[in-house]
């Protein structure tokens, strides 16, 4: 993720996070010996800055694919403990687990064409915040989303999408008609907008989003990965 100035809006909604924290300089590194035998339960916090060191090792080529070993595998069988949740497009090339540098039972991910949420998705979410206290969500979008592009296209030229894509096209309409004939790259706008609508949405319809939030021990961010360099920025 790259450092960058979080407004006061995205520092609520991540409920405390700082901007330091945002930019991932609190994840400081402490010898083993140093570490309690059981590690403290993660805090939003904690949380991004591990995706923030994740996503820097990534982009940087250094990845090292933690957590995906057989050895993994089997201490999994039986129980999971992930440290946040990713709202993200199911495009082929925004894999959550490759671009934030995680392994088995570390990410709980929810991907759908345009990352947009519903009844479905919201109660997929709300289960991981209720049976495993993760204590982060993030809404993931993509620069030249597919799903975003269909919608100008829709918007702009007429016409109905094939099939079921008609639904996605349907959900994010609302979101992106008020971009149509604005400054720069409507589709690029359209994605940020988005982002920042799905984030809404979540405190809005959710009161068990809003209790974590109000609490602390939820942050609820919105992110854009970059396909050309691998890099996630935080949106706000």
Excluded: W
Excluded at 20 to 35: D, K, N, Y
Excluded at 181 to 202: F, H, I, K, S, T
């Amino acid at each position: 993720m790259s450092q960058q100035t979080v407004s006061r809006r995205s520092l609520l909604a991540a409920g405390g996070l700082t901007a330091a924290g945002a930019a991932g300089v609190l994840a400081i590194a402490t010898p083993a010996a140093a570490q309690p035998a059981e590690p403290p339960a993660p805090t939003p916090t904690t949380a991004l800055n591990r995706l923030v060191a994740g996503n820097k090792r990534f982009y940087k080529g250094d990845a090292r694919h933690p957590h995906q070993s057989m050895k993994d595998l089997r201490e999994l069988a039986n129980g999971q403990h992930p440290f946040a949740i990713t709202l993200g497009c199911a495009d082929s090339r925004v894999a959550p687990e490759l671009l934030f540098d995680q392994g088995l039972g570390d990410l709980f991910d929810n991907r759908v064409a345009g990352n947009v949420v519903d009844d479905l998705m919201l109660g997929s979410i709300e289960f991981a915040i209720e049976e495993f206290g993760v204590p982060l969500i993030v809404v993931l979008g993509h620069e030249r989303c597919g799903a975003i592009t269909a919608t100008v296209d829709a918007i702009e030229h007429g016409g109905e999408a094939p099939g079921h894509i008609g639904s996605i096209v349907a959900a994010l309409r609302p979101i992106v008609e008020p971009l149509i004939g604005g400054p720069g790259d409507v589709v690029e706008a359209g994605v940020r907008a988005n982002v920042l609508a799905q984030v809404q949405y979540l405190l809005d319809h959710s009161e068990i989003v809003r209790e974590k939030v109000h609490a602390g021990t939820l942050g609820v961010v919105g992110a854009r990965y970059d396909l050309d360099n691998g890099k996630v920025t935080l949106l706000g």
